[in-house]
C-alpha cells in the first residue's frame, strides 16, 4: 500500500501562484508516473499533470504555460508549482501513481486550492 499525502492548498487571488507537494511513503523510483488530478464540485475528476521516471511530463491543455511539474527522489515528493491561477483552477487536487506502472492506482486524500477573482 502506498501512502500519498498532499500539502501545499490554500485560498489565492486569480493570478497568485501555489506549490503543491505529494510525499510518498516510499521511493518514488518505484512509482510511475506520478501526477495530479483535480475535482471541481459537480464535475469529473481530471488529470491535471503528470511527470515519469524519465522526466517525461504531460500537462491538460488549460494549464500549460501556467503549471510545472517536478520530482525530488532523494524526498520521495513531487510538486506541481501553479501560476497565473484562474478561478477556475479552484478544485480538490489529487496526487496518483501507480507502482511500477501497473494498476491498483493510489490516491493522497486531497488539498483545496480556492481561487477568487
Known amino acids: 500500500q502506498v501512502q500519498l499525502v498532499e500539502s501545499g492548498g490554500g485560498l489565492v487571488q486569480a493570478g497568485g501562484s501555489l506549490r503543491l507537494s505529494c510525499t510518498a511513503s516510499?521511493?518514488?523510483?518505484?512509482?510511475?508516473?506520478m501526477g495530479w488530478y483535480r475535482q471541481a464540485p459537480g464535475k469529473q475528476r481530471e488529470l491535471v499533470a503528470h511527470?515519469?521516471?524519465?522526466?517525461?511530463?504531460y500537462f491538460m491543455d488549460s494549464v500549460k504555460g501556467r503549471f510545472t511539474i517536478s520530482r525530488d527522489n532523494a524526498r520521495n515528493t513531487v510538486y506541481l508549482q501553479m501560476g497565473n491561477l484562474k478561478p477556475e483552477d479552484t478544485a480538490v487536487y489529487y496526487c496518483?501513481?501507480?507502482?511500477?506502472?501497473?494498476?491498483?492506482?493510489?490516491w493522497g486524500r486531497g488539498t483545496q486550492v480556492t481561487v477568487s477573482s
Open positions: 511527470i515519469t521516471n524519465g522526466g517525461d511530463t
Open positions: 496518483n501513481t501507480r507502482r511500477w506502472g501497473m494498476p491498483p492506482d493510489y
Open positions: 516510499e521511493s518514488i523510483l518505484n512509482l510511475n508516473p
